[in-house]
């Protein structure tokens, strides 16, 4: 996937280097500097927990159930099926004995386990500001963890880069979240790809299926800038798991503006391509093909039957965070088996 991204125009920071050397070098240092005091995670989750949980503590008034529920197991009670009732709980020798429909009802685990499949490839790593995809992805990561470490559950992380680097197993507590983020922050970007390969989403979610032994809420985060076939893995580990799929994006990957002649280089393989931007005809083929990728990532989705939260590297996190409550409310009016639900701060194309 080609990407550009501008230098963002920053301030000087006195002292950081010698007189003369000019300010593109002191745009580096600043730029490294402002990079580890948002990558530090006990500063990053003491910001998070500041500002975004605060304000998601107010508008969901302590209610994080929310957000995600329990597995039930245990059998609370029997009662007549009724229209959008999921099939599957259909107690068929009940139904047998009485000759009308009955379905279980169970009483709920309040105990969730969550684990992140997050993709750290290399064009994770874009962004036309002054958020990447990848600190995106940290973020999200941060405040979901939180958000169930409070209450005494447990999340888990698997980690993958160049194949799957890391499987951190779950845990609860707050000392466990400042691990997960410290583990992310210390997978380096991996090596450039020979032209024409792409990272295989498929393997993390295929290594992620015998690793994850208890039904759970899954998140797997990620560009899904992949090869193909990633879908039918994501079907198999749905059929099990109650899956969510992130999907980080920014607006350049989208729509290119009018910037005049730009140099764009695939973040995967390294490969650059100078492109003229003033061109409408070359704008509106791209945003054709944004639109196709973005059509097949809705095709696999749905085919896979999971739900999908847009996340944008130029949109507030908390927004996010509040759409996905939406999605979980959406998703618990679904659970016969319907269509799952997009919920995006834009319109699929």
């Known amino acids: 996937m080609f990407g550009w991204r501008r230098a963002p125009k920053q301030p000087a ?3 950081t280097v010698a007189p003369g050397v000019g300010a593109a070098a002191n745009e580096a240092v600043a730029d490294g500097a402002r990079a580890r005091r948002r990558s530090d995670p006990e500063r990053m989750l003491r910001r998070l927990e500041w500002t975004v949980l605060r304000r998601l503590d107010g508008l969901l008034q302590g209610d994080y159930r929310t957000l995600f529920r329990g597995f039930g197991l245990d059998l609370a009670d029997l009662r007549e099926y009724q229209l959008h009732d999921d099939v599957r709980y259909i107690d068929w020798n009940v139904t047998a004995r009485l000759s009308v429909p009955h379905v279980r009802e169970f009483q709920e685990d309040r105990e969730v386990a969550a684990w992140f499949l997050l993709d750290l490839s290399a064009s994770v790593d874009f962004g036309s500001g002054d958020v990447r995809k990848r600190m995106l992805s940290t973020e999200l990561v941060a405040v979901l963890a939180r958000l169930f470490t409070r209450y005494g559950n447990r999340i888990g992380a698997v980690l993958h880069a160049e194949g799957v ?11 466990h979240v400042l691990h997960v983020l410290d583990r992310i922050g210390l997978v380096a970007a991996p090596p450039r790809r020979a032209a024409g390969q792409l990272t295989d989403l498929s393997q993390l979610l295929a290594f992620a299926q015998p690793v994850i ?14 090869a193909p076939g990633w879908g039918r893995r994501l079907a198999q580990l749905a059929r099990r798991h109650e899956v969510v799929a992130v999907r980080l994006y920014d607006p350049l990957e989208v729509e290119l503006p009018d910037l005049g002649l730009i140099v764009m280089q695939d973040a995967e393989t390294g490969e650059q391509l100078t492109v003229d931007t003033h061109d409408r005809a070359f704008r509106r083929r791209f945003a054709e093909a944004a639109g196709r990728r973005e059509a097949e990532l809705r095709a696999g989705l749905a085919e896979a039957g999971v739900d999908c939260l847009e996340l944008a590297t130029d949109e507030p996190l908390d927004a996010a965070l509040l759409r996905f409550t939406q999605l979980r409310k959406r998703r618990s009016q679904l659970a016969s088996g ?12």
């Open 13 to 15: 920071v006195a002292g």
């Open 213 to 226: 032994k208890r039904r759970s809420v899954v998140f797997v985060v990620s560009d899904f800038i992949s």
């Open 338 to 349: 319907g269509v799952p639900a997009i919920v995006a701060r834009r319109q699929w194309r």
């Open 165 to 175: 680097d890391e499987v951190i197993p779950a845990r609860n507590g707050r000392r």
